[in-house]
């Protein structure tokens, strides 16, 4: 399995969204690296993951590719960080692995109860015929972006950044179709009320956010109460990306806490 592991100090294992592309988080984890140690990697079935993909095992891969992340980097442990429908997989692994779990993070995150809604079904029937839709669709994050900036300019330049980036790492429809039908196959709510690990839950606001509700995200809250919800200011879905400094600063307060609290 290929395996990005940068920067030194508490260690954060980064899961990606649904697209399955570690790169689209990379200004989040360069961000992040220069405080903390960073581990991240592309989904299972993505062909430049390197990662082993067994059909029978389902969406329990990307769960046990976690795992297989932690022991090749010789970790007993570490904070565990979804990103969007990442944090489906940080839940699940929470639950199947709490032994290996110091502490949960749910960034703009996809909660277990979660099942696609009636538009985002049709995308899943035919992901490649509407795949052209989506990226029509994706054009709408520009206020996003412009929210975030400090310029007309340095929206216009993030914005041609994150298409870049879009490009340079293309999405599968067909894989990211997959991936959700092999969450909806599953349960992972039972055993997530006994992990007992700190906990943050990461949203955008309201007014921002184009793709998972922050009302859903802190549902996290409701499964573990002591978890605390942080809002990132000037941001929605992307806040990783479109204010990484001010993401790896939230999170790295966060780890040292927690870290304290463990000691």
């Known amino acids: 399995m290929r395996i990005v592991d940068r920067g030194s100090g508490v260690p954060v294992v980064v899961i990606p969204g649904v697209q399955g592309r570690w790169e689209w988080m990379k200004r989040g984890i360069d961000a992040l690296a ?6 991240t990697f592309s989904l299972a079935d993505e062909p430049s993951s390197g990662a082993r993909f067994e059909e029978a095992l389902g969406f329990w ?6 795992r297989d992340a932690l022991d090749a980097r010789g970790l007993d442990r570490a904070a565990i960080c979804g ?4 944090g489906l997989i940080a839940a699940a692994f929470a639950a199947r692995y709490p032994a290996r779990v110091s502490s949960l993070l749910f960034v703009s995150a996809l909660p277990p109860s979660w099942r696609p809604d009636a538009r985002a079904s049709i995308y899943l029937r035919h992901p490649w015929v509407l795949s052209p839709l989506f990226c029509v669709g994706a054009v709408g994050f520009y ?4 929210a975030a900036s400090d310029s007309w300019w340095s929206g216009i330049a993030a914005a041609c950044g994150a ?3 879009v490009l340079g790492h293309m999405f599968h429809p067909g894989r990211m179709a997959r991936r959700v039908h092999l969450f909806t196959a599953v349960g992972i709510d039972p055993g997530l009320s006994r992990v007992k690990v700190p906990t943050l839950v990461v949203t955008g606001e309201e007014a921002l956010e ?3 509700p922050p009302r859903l995200s802190r549902e996290y809250a409701a499964i573990w109460p002591h ?4 809002t990132l200011r000037r941001t ?3 806040g990783m990306i479109t204010r990484p400094h001010e993401f790896a600063a939230l999170v790295t307060r966060f780890l040292a806490e927690s870290e304290q609290k463990i000691a």
Not at 61 to 66: K, P
Not at 83 to 86: I, K, N, P, T
Not at 143 to 146: K, L, M, Q, S
Not at 227 to 230: G, I, M
């Open 83 to 86: 990103v969007s429908f990442g």
């Open 163 to 165: 298409g870049s980036t």
């Open 61 to 66: 891969n990307y769960v046990d590719q976690v």
């Open 236 to 238: 929605g879905h992307l």
């Open 227 to 230: 978890a605390r919800v942080e």
């Open 143 to 146: 206020g996003e972006i412009a």
């Open 210 to 212: 184009r793709v998972v």
């Open 34 to 39: 220069q405080r903390s140690r960073v581990i």
